[in-house]
């Protein structure tokens, strides 16, 4: 069964903006923190960006922060990953990813707190 899935992937020039969304089956949602990581050929998982619906709080990584926004629709079981002023450099597969609990703060960007995964979602931005 299908329990994350990310659309909304695409490519596009530089300065433009995309919104990714991930349709998250309803046990999962809102049961912990959710997140967005990314991950370009050759380099590693990082954490983009993620939401805990328990105190509302939001984390960015810092090489995104003030250019993307990390929600969520309770009504549509959605996180989604507004990307605005894409760079290049965020070209990368984009993954949702839900844990079962709350994520400790310091390690929101730690892939291996997140038992949930979707398949992923391609960004590519050219210059």
Same mark, same amino acid.
């Given at each position: 069964?299908?329990?994350?899935?990310? !659309?909304?992937?695409? !490519?596009? /020039?530089?300065?433009? !903006?995309?919104?990714?969304?991930?349709?998250?089956? +309803?046990?999962?949602?809102?049961?912990?923190?959710?997140?967005?990581? +990314? /991950?370009?050929?050759? *380099?590693? +998982?990082?954490?983009?960006?993620?939401?805990?619906?328990?105190?509302?709080?939001?984390?960015?990584?810092?090489?995104? *922060?003030?250019?993307?926004?990390?929600?969520?629709?309770?009504?549509?079981?959605?996180?989604?990953?507004?990307?605005?002023?894409?760079?290049?450099?965020?070209?990368?597969?984009?993954?949702?990813?839900?844990?079962?609990?709350?994520?400790?703060?310091?390690?929101?960007?730690?892939?291996?707190?997140? +038992?949930?995964?979707?398949?992923?979602? /391609?960004?590519?931005?050219?210059?």
């Amino acid at each position: 069964q299908v329990q994350l899935q990310e !659309s909304g992937g695409g !490519s596009v /020039q530089a300065g433009g !903006s995309l919104r990714l969304s991930c349709v998250v089956s +309803r046990y999962i949602y809102g049961s912990g923190s959710m997140a967005w990581f +990314r /991950q370009a050929p050759g *380099k590693e +998982r990082e954490g983009v960006a993620a939401l805990y619906a328990g105190g509302g709080s939001t984390f960015y990584a810092d090489s995104v *922060k003030g250019r993307f926004t990390i929600s969520r629709d309770s009504v549509k079981n959605t996180l989604y990953l507004q990307m605005n002023s894409l760079e290049p450099e965020d070209t990368a597969m984009y993954y949702c990813a839900a844990a079962t609990g709350t994520v400790p703060i310091n390690w929101w960007s730690q892939y291996n707190r997140y +038992r949930y995964w979707g398949q992923g979602t /391609q960004v590519t931005v050219s210059s």
